[in-house]
């Protein structure tokens, strides 16, 4: 049976009587008859790092995408920051969001692709600048002070007027992370952003990443199949499998004794295949 998000909303808290950046009650995804989400229940807390694992059509993806609203919901509800991103309070209770309330609570969210989609026509620079004057209403001197700024922080203060066809496949990605970023959200969301890319360049966006991690406060929620970054670089990891979270715990715990036959399947696939 389907359950109505509105009928059992509370605003959410932690053990320590925190908000959660990012939560996820009983989200299902369907397309057709394939469900790809299965009655999710998720928490993530400020400044949490998350790693998300798994095979492929486990739902990793797809949780990235209902979160940054790119895929409607089927069923259940997501809260960013304390408040209903796919819905809205209206005359005292829930219902579906309007075009701008989701407008207005997913500019909390960054997303950085596999595919680094960025504008061909475009330099460096131009990229960074663009949503922040038309969506944020930045002035062109502000937006480009803002991303000069990243573009020093990702490595590029060198590549500003570059266009993409200029520039490696990491320095692409590192531009995209820099872009996402300009807009100043509060979590970001990496879609296995290493996976086109050969191991050198691999290195200098998941350097990136990582120094992003120790200066910023940023809730980070990333799909990767890099098991010894997740390892390193997530406070939790999370397996999924079938459209469920099927383990999940702090990295050494996940790593050196997983409980889950399914997990253990998994990982030593993993082993085998590097």
Do not use: W
């Amino acid at each position: 049976m389907k359950r109505d998000p509105a009928a059992a909303y509370t605003p959410a808290v932690d053990r320590n009587g925190d908000t959660p950046m990012v939560r996820f009650r009983n989200v299902t995804k369907r397309y057709g008859a394939l469900t790809v989400l299965d009655g999710l229940d998720l928490e993530v807390g400020r400044n949490e790092k998350v790693a998300i694992i798994g095979p492929s059509g486990s739902g990793k993806s797809t949780l990235l995408r209902v979160l940054m609203t790119l895929d409607p919901l089927t069923d259940g509800m997501i809260e960013v920051d304390g408040e209903p991103l796919t819905h809205m309070v209206k005359n005292g209770a829930l219902v579906p969001a309007s075009l701008r309330h989701l407008r207005r609570v997913r500019s909390k969210i960054g997303m950085v692709f596999q595919s680094f989609n960025l504008f061909p026509h475009m330099t460096a620079l131009a990229n960074t600048i663009e949503a922040p004057m038309q969506v944020l209403g930045l002035s062109r001197k502000e937006a480009t002070e803002r991303a000069h700024e990243l573009l020093c922080l990702v490595g590029l203060e060198d590549k500003c007027n570059h266009y993409p066809s200029q520039l490696s496949g990491g320095q692409q990605q590192r531009v995209a992370i820099a872009r996402a970023l300009a807009m100043r959200p509060k979590v970001m969301l990496f879609d296995e952003v290493t996976s086109a890319l050969d191991p050198e360049l691999c290195g200098e966006v998941l350097n990136v990443i990582r120094r992003l991690g120790s200066e910023h406060n940023l809730t980070m929620l990333m799909v990767t199949h890099q098991m010894g970054f997740a390892k390193e670089f997530a406070d939790r990891v999370c397996f999924f499998s079938q459209g469920k979270i099927i383990e999940q715990g702090p990295p050494q715990q996940f790593f050196s004794a997983p409980e889950h036959e399914r997990t253990k399947q998994f990982l030593r696939a993993v082993k085998e295949a590097m």
